[in-house]
């Protein structure tokens, strides 16, 4: 009895497409996050009868054949690249991205991180980190007696001193692009790591070449739309019903079939 | 043994394999692009033996596919694109060229036009499409022209099979007689074609292939009991 099976993979299918959903609510207030959705596809079919078959010698051919189909399994957990919306903040700190691109930061294993969570920091030695303390591969340091900072939309990052009007310039944040941002590895955190599907990342100054501009003093917030996330649980919800209807009427087939001496 | 066992086992094992259409149905009911399978069953007739009269029996012959637009879900997505009316998306698969309604494409990191497998997507005429990698702002209109910053880069290809069509996996058909490019395609950017099962027409189906089920069953159960009867009856003389 394959049906058995086969709403089996329905219910496993519903049963992950609910795991994407309640993580993506579970990141509602997740800075930057970008909602997942589960796609499927139909599992392979079981050829009895293949189409096209001829069936008599005058070249009668099987029209459409007999294929069963054997279930579903899920094909894709994809990234919505969507851009949420920009928050104002007020801390001088703060930059979202207004664009595709990705901020590049340095782990300690030396490896680069990607990530869209522009809430970064000062630390001891006056670094720009982000909010885990990992330094910006732009390496930029605020010295110690800098009244104030700007960050222009292209990158530029001014310290205002005390005693001077004028600005001084102490480095340049870029922003990182890729050819396929699906295909990132995410890696908790907020951020994310290249792969063979993402392509190798491409520096770019910000405002420059679609990369996005940045936006001091904004933050940029989750994308998921929790209206939508809870009508897509509803139906999940009622796809899995569907699929526990089938395993009981297949079920009860079974049982009609073992009550026959 | 009797003729009505056979007809009646022929029919409950047409009706297992209905039930497992309407699983895998109930199944793909969230798949993008999935179309519904209806079986079709038809008389055959088999021998029992020879000088004797042939026997009338039903059995699964084909399947006809439901190709009635599935509903459209919004999902903004660049590369998410669902074909309005008739007509598929072309895609080069290892097995070959292939069918396919499930628009969720991606870019592959050389910069191709690839569905969420890694299968490249053709144009009509079977080339590769390329989507420039500085491209800040991609539109796809209606008839699949792509357009990169207001600069033409390629076409989505939108095909009509010639015959009948044979399902593979990962919602992909193969036309097997060939096909075409559609007249006149209309492809909608930022949406995604659902699956076009109706559970409640599903459920109908299952209770009634599960009904007649039992109905087999009980027949199957009683001409047992009649061919007890008979001998025990013989048994009596």
Known sequence: MKSLQIAATGMAAQQLRVDVISNNIANMSTAAYRPRTAEFSDLMYQQYLTPGTITSQVGTIVPAGIQLGTGVKPSTVSMEITQGSLR??????DIAIDG???LEITLPSGESAYTRDGKLNRSSDGQIVSKDGFPL???ITIPEDARSISISGDGEVV???ESETAGQSIGNISLVRFVNEKGLEAMGDNMFRETEASGSPNRLVPATEGVGIIRQRYLEDSGVDVVQEISELIEAQRGYELNSKVITAADEMLAATTRVR | MSNAIYAALARQTGLMNEMQVVANNIANSSTTGYKTDRAIFAEFL?????GKPTLSMGGLAGHSFDMEQGGLRFTNGQFDLAIQGEGFFLLDT????????AGHFQISQDGQLIDGTGNAVLTSGGGGITIPEDARKISIAGDGSISADGELVGQVGVVVPNGELSRDSNTLFDATEGFQAAEEPRVLQGALEQSNVTPVLEIARMIEVQRAYEAGQSLLEREDERINKFISTLRQF
């Open chain 1, 88 to 93: 104002p903040t007020g801390s001088e700190l």
């Open chain 1, 100 to 102: 595709t691109g990705f």
């Open chain 2, 94 to 101: 290892p097995q070959g060229q292939r069918l396919s309604r």
């Open chain 1, 159 to 161: 310290a205002y001193f």
């Open chain 2, 46 to 50: 088999a021998g029992t033996g020879v």
């Open chain 1, 137 to 139: 591969t732009d390496s």
